[in-house]
């Protein structure tokens, strides 16, 4: 089964940074796509990011864009994401996912596009 886990997230002041974890099982000995997603009560899950299979770069929301990054472990898909100069907007539920395909969306990153998904991991930005 595809399993998919979310860890590292925690409580931090602004102006510092985080970085999350997405451990992956049942697709080691292949690369997908992996986004990263995040949800508050206020708003709907957004895409923060998704990294593709290949070299070409990763994609970022505008508001994240220089902040954040995302990367792979290639040894054991392990897929990261750091976060650097959090804000308190940045505060919400995080969560990456696949949909087991090399590439990521054309337009926009959406949840409508992913289909396997981690628990969530909780990162809360103090002011």
């Known amino acids: 089964q595809v399993q998919l886990v979310e860890s590292g997230g925690g409580l931090v002041q602004a102006g510092g940074s985080l970085r999350l974890s997405c451990t992956t099982a049942?697709?080691?000995?292949?690369?997908?796509?992996v986004a990263w997603f995040r949800q508050t009560p206020e708003q709907e899950r957004e895409g923060v990011s998704c990294l593709p299979a290949s070299e070409a770069t990763p994609y970022y929301l505008d508001s994240v864009k220089g902040r954040f990054t995302t990367s792979r472990d290639n040894a054991n898909g392990t897929v990261y994401l750091d976060m650097n100069n959090l804000q308190p907007e940045d505060t919400g539920v995080y969560y990456c996912a696949t949909n087991l395909v090399g590439g990521c969306p054309p337009i926009k990153i959406t949840k409508w596009e992913f289909r396997f998904w981690g628990q969530g991991t909780q990162v809360t930005v103090s002011s």
């Open positions: 049942g697709f080691t000995q292949y690369t997908f796509a």
